[in-house]
């Protein structure tokens, strides 16, 4: 059986997906994008700004599963130019001290509400 995972505290879906979705012991996290999720509204300007508050909303995310980085096997991440790649991998670093996941990072076209940096993950571990 699934289990849906919610949180006020990251960003909410914009369309027919939801935050993260628990199989078993592992956690899907859909990919999140630059929103606040106070506001709703998108962070633009310095692509560490938008990873620091993706980052943000996937540790919400986790948290409301039980579960933190130290869970993570494995990220996806997606940008709109691989020029930003090495803030993009600052700010990333800064979330995964030790032991950091399996991940790819690809340049894509576009992304939703064309923003510059989409990141999702897996994650396993018993949670709650």
Do not use: W
Request: with cysteine.
């Amino acid at each position: 059986m699934k289990e849906i995972i919610k949180t006020d505290k990251a960003a909410q879906p914009v369309g027919p997906y939801n935050q993260a979705v628990r199989h078993k012991d592992l956690l899907f996290v859909s990919g999140q994008i630059p929103m606040d999720p106070a506001t709703g509204e998108l962070v633009k300007g310095d692509v560490r700004d938008q990873t620091r508050l993706v980052m943000e909303n996937m540790k919400a995310i986790l948290e409301a599963a039980g579960m933190d980085f130290s869970h993570v096997v494995k990220c996806s991440i997606f940008i709109s130019d691989m020029n930003d790649f090495p803030k993009v991998n600052e700010v990333y670093a800064s979330f995964f001290r030790e032991d950091p996941p399996a991940r790819e990072t690809v340049q894509v076209g576009a992304l939703p509400k064309f923003v510059d940096v989409e990141i999702s993950c897996i994650a396993a571990g018993s949670g709650q």
